[in-house]
């Protein structure tokens, strides 16, 4: 016990003497950090955006529904350059009569839903001039389930509605706040590019995707959109499958892909000409670009911080040259070796630390207010924090060993002799 309050006590005389090193040089001490501030702010500011970044890509990938994949020309993420979208691109379009084929044969979803993306249309209301640029998109009854879009007001479609050119739709919660900011949307009508649609339903409020659209579009019947804005041979869509519980989730996913290899004649052995998307999926692809990007920023900042800490062993060579009178007095009146080292090393880390800490409080205000201007939610990455200031206690102790060598093996008879 004795031993250890011992070197405690060194340490803390060693803390105190760095920081009054430190105070005695402040404009030399601030050169010295910036390198190790600069390190660090890179390398905390793209950590807190990814993660950001990262924190609301997962959250607005559960926008499909429990236990639900989708079936889709296109892969969603693609890691194989110009090569793999010259591939995707000589695949065939999934087309209705596939969708409707799949609806019919598939017996273990609980629920199958087919979707497009139509066109952007300006929609308007009695009640508002008009909403430029909203998203038409076509859908079945069984999308609303797979998709995890619940009414707030009013009715999704059903089967009825997909029978020849029904003018109903179902809008965003957004757009029908701007269009009926003062009553309710049911049982009224709204102007798409100039084409009355009668309202039947208002979604729930599901929140912006970033980069998408989850509340500011306008749903309509996948019959009705695709015959009034596709034309027949850019139809591509996307199935939606939602199996019954998480028991037999793979065993949807194998009926439905053999139905669609069936239908689009793959030949035994060959590769699906299709791609099959879960939120699993989607998030095993976002964290294995965002490992890749994170590793790319640690390895650039890291030849910042060796830079700095080749500046931090400059400047402790020189202040061990200025002290080298102070550092014979020490040893003249019993300070060991171990106490130069201590007191060397430690007054390296410590200009490391206050580097790391102002660049860290640097990066992560920097990273949110990124975060800010691109709609992302503001996060604190307390492990990436932990990381860069043990990285700088690392930088610390690697670069300033050699100074606090050479000072602790002065000779003290010389160094009282040094003018």
């Known amino acids: 016990m004795k031993r250890l309050t011992f070197v405690l006590e060194e340490l803390k005389e060693s ?56 079936i889709q020309t296109w892969p969603e993420i693609n890691f194989e350059g110009p090569e793999g979208w010259q591939k995707y691109a000589r695949r065939k379009q999934i087309t209705l009569e596939q969708g409707l084929a799949v609806v019919q044969r598939a017996t273990l979803p609980l629920h199958i839903g087919l979707e497009s993306d139509l066109t952007q249309a300006t929609v308007r209301s009695d009640f508002n001039k008009g909403m430029p640029s909203v998203w038409l998109e076509g859908e079945t009854e069984g999308s609303f389930p797979a998709k995890n879009w619940n009414i707030g007001d009013g009715r999704s479609f059903q089967e009825a509605d997909m029978d020849g050119e029904r003018s109903i739709c179902v809008l965003g919660n957004t757009v029908a706040t701007n269009l009926f900011p003062f009553s309710s949307a049911v049982g009224k009508h709204i102007s798409v590019d100039n084409m009355d649609y009668m309202v039947v339903g208002v979604l729930e409020r599901n929140g912006a995707m970033s980069g998408g659209r989850q509340d500011d579009f306008v749903i309509l019947p996948l019959p009705t959109g695709l015959e009034r804005y596709v034309e027949k041979r ?70 910042a911080l060796v830079a700095a800490g080749i500046g931090i062993m400059n400047i402790m060579l020189v202040s061990v040259t200025e002290r080298t009178r102070e550092i014979g007095v020490r040893r003249a009146i019993g300070a060991k070796k171990r106490n130069i080292m201590a007191q060397f090393i430690m007054e390296a880390i410590m200009l490391c630390e206050v580097g790391g800490v102002i660049g860290v409080v640097c990066g992560v205000f920097g990273g949110d207010v990124a975060a800010h201007f691109m709609n992302l939610p503001q996060v604190l990455p307390l492990d990436w924090i932990i990381i860069g200031l043990v990285i700088c206690s690392i930088v610390g102790i690697v670069f300033g060993a050699y100074p606090a060598f050479k000072a602790a093996n002065l000779d003290p008879i010389e160094s009282l002799r040094y003018e």
């Open 15 to 70: 803390l105190f003497m760095a920081l009054g090193a430190i105070n005695a040089h402040k404009l030399r001490s601030a050169l010295t950090l910036l390198g190790v501030l600069v390190g660090v702010f890179s390398i905390i500011v793209v950590m807190t955006a990814m993660r950001a970044m990262q924190t609301k890509i997962e959250t607005d990938m559960n926008r499909l529904g429990a236990s639900t994949f989708k």
């Open 234 to 303: 850019w139809v591509d869509l996307a199935i939606l499958v939602q199996a019954r519980d998480a028991a037999s989730y793979d065993d949807t996913v194998d009926q439905v892909r053999g139905i669609m290899r069936l239908l689009r004649k793959a030949p035994p052995g060959s590769e699906d000409d299709f791609e099959i998307i879960s939120n699993d999926s989607l998030m095993d692809q976002m964290r294995t670009i965002t490992h890749n990007i994170k590793f790319g920023i640690s390895l650039v900042s890291s030849i």
